[in-house]
């Protein structure tokens, strides 16, 4: 891919800049209509936002409160895809939402039946109603003082670092060109001012490139308006960060496999406790006035926050000396307009596609939910743009993601039974998954693997320390590096 990218022949359709879920997408969508394509990212696929979110592929239950239907109906719509052709990665996940007050089953439930019916063919499960009894047998956990009993509804759930490398090998398939560590530093003009290129470095070798094509695309999630003011310095900023965090806790702060959904919080976000991966996933928080970075921290303040709401809802209180990871993300909110800088919690998830004066065409927010819609809405404005000549239409309503098999792992075991050693006894990775993720996922660093080829770090940062030297000594091994990288590796998590 890297001599697709330097050959100087290669004209592009379409160059998209972001190696999130949005570039992503924009990227199989582009290649299954047969357009050459190329997409470039600063740093491993889905490192920033598309990595760090609350595992959920859901319609917004929230969203139905702000009265935006359409987005609800969107995001339905696309969960029922998702959960047809990304099976492996995508399941069914049924939740609670308990009932502290006499009329809350009622009132919980008019909404959930409403979604429901949003979801039309493309549904689940229907929605009920739990006695108390009952609701304890799914929750062990849940503080039965003063409960009526719950209403029990269903979403989706998935890893979203996984599916993201699976988009990327879906678009390779199609003759994408996919490149992770592969930086932007800036736009390419010709004489009219029209953006017709990209300048690029690679992060690891240092080699600079250039690359021409129909239409560059930035799909940079918060990095949104770094990119546009490559383009034109005083350009306006469309998006309004918002950061959310997730604690991590053992599984026994739940007890069973049904998560609970807590429709209202001091901030009016709602809560949700989940399980994943053996562990239970308690988020979000939603903070405003943040700066845009690639490693956002949580906050002292909003671990406190999620801390104090488990409490409230869960008989065994977790604290926290009971945490075992933590995470943040930050949400590429389109700011809509005359915005302060105040509660983003009410802003939109809807998306934005915008067009430069100079032809760059930009897709800014939207959620992980809606990422195939986003990315057919901008495939077909680029085509409508530059009129690329393309005889198919968008394919991805039913088109299969191709996820990694067992059996290509199980395969490298064979040759090296060594690979078969689990990187942690509670968690299912091995270290052939290390070997297979080096070889055949493009991943370039220990975090690369720790934090997204497998999920450790997100789950529990002691058992990824733990396991980092046998790690970074394999992976050492398969790309050729030397004492100093593997010290640098090292360095690196110790610092996160």
Request: hydrophobic share 40%; glycine share 10%.
């Amino acid at each position: 891919m890297l001599d697709q990218l330097a050959d100087s022949l290669v004209k592009w359709d379409i160059i998209i800049i972001g190696g999130g879920a949005t570039g992503l997408g924009i990227a199989v969508d582009s290649a299954t209509r047969g357009l050459k394509t190329l997409l470039v990212e600063q740093a491993d696929f889905s490192e920033g936002t598309s990595s760090r979110s609350t595992k959920l592929v859901h319609g917004g239950v929230r969203y139905l409160r702000g009265g935006e239907i359409g987005l609800v109906r969107e995001s339905l719509r696309e969960r029922g895809r998702l959960l047809k052709n990304a099976a492996n990665l995508v399941k069914p996940l049924s939740f609670v939402v308990p009932a502290y007050r006499w009329y809350e089953r009622f009132f919980y439930g008019v909404g959930l039946v409403m979604y429901d019916f949003l979801a039309g063919k493309l549904g689940i499960e229907k929605t009920g109603h739990f006695s108390k009894e009952k609701t304890l047998n799914h929750i062990p956990n849940l503080n039965p003082d003063g409960l009526y009993g719950s209403t029990f509804y269903w979403d989706g759930q998935f890893d979203d670092a996984r599916l993201a490398v699976a988009m990327a090998r879906t678009a390779a398939a199609n003759d994408a060109t996919v490149l992770n560590y592969v930086r932007v530093n800036g736009l390419i003009k010709n004489d009219s001012d029209k953006v017709v290129g990209i300048e690029a470095e690679d992060q690891i070798s240092g080699t600079k490139y250039e690359a021409v094509g129909k239409i560059v695309i930035n799909a940079t999630g918060v990095f949104t308006d770094s990119v546009r003011k490559m383009d034109d310095p005083k350009s306006a900023n469309v998006i309004q960060p918002s950061q959310g965090i997730h604690i991590v806790l053992d599984a026994e702060f739940l007890g069973g496999d049904t998560a609970i959904m807590i429709p209202n919080t001091d901030d009016g976000r709602v809560l949700f406790a989940i399980p994943w991966y053996g562990k239970v996933l308690l988020g979000t928080t939603d903070t405003g006035n943040v700066p845009v970075e690639l490693e956002p921290k949580p906050r002292q303040e909003e671990i406190d926050y999620l801390i104090e709401h488990a409490g409230r809802y869960l008989q065994n209180k977790p604290t926290h000396a009971d945490i075992r990871a933590t995470f943040a993300g930050l949400r590429p909110l389109v700011k809509p307009p005359e915005t302060g800088a105040g509660d983003t919690s009410k802003i939109s998830r809807s998306h934005g596609l915008f067009v430069s004066d100079s032809g760059l065409l930009t897709m800014a927010g939207g959620k992980w939910t809606t990422y195939r819609q986003m990315a057919e809405d901008a495939v077909g404005r680029a085509i409508e743009l530059t009129g690329i000549s393309t005889n198919q239409p968008c394919s991805t309503g039913e088109l299969t993601l191709l996820d990694r098999e067992d059996e290509e792992v199980e395969a490298l075991a064979k040759k090296d039974p060594a690979l078969l050693e689990k990187l942690d006894p509670a968690l299912p990775w091995r270290m052939g998954d290390v070997v297979y993720a080096v070889r055949n996922e493009m991943a370039q660093t220990l975090l690369d693997v720790l934090s997204r080829r497998t999920r450790i770090m997100f789950l529990d940062e002691t058992a990824a320390k733990k396991c980092s030297h046998p790690v970074v000594q394999l992976m050492a091994r398969e790309l050729g590096k030397n004492e100093a990288w593997i010290a640098e590796q090292l360095k690196i998590l110790r610092e996160m």
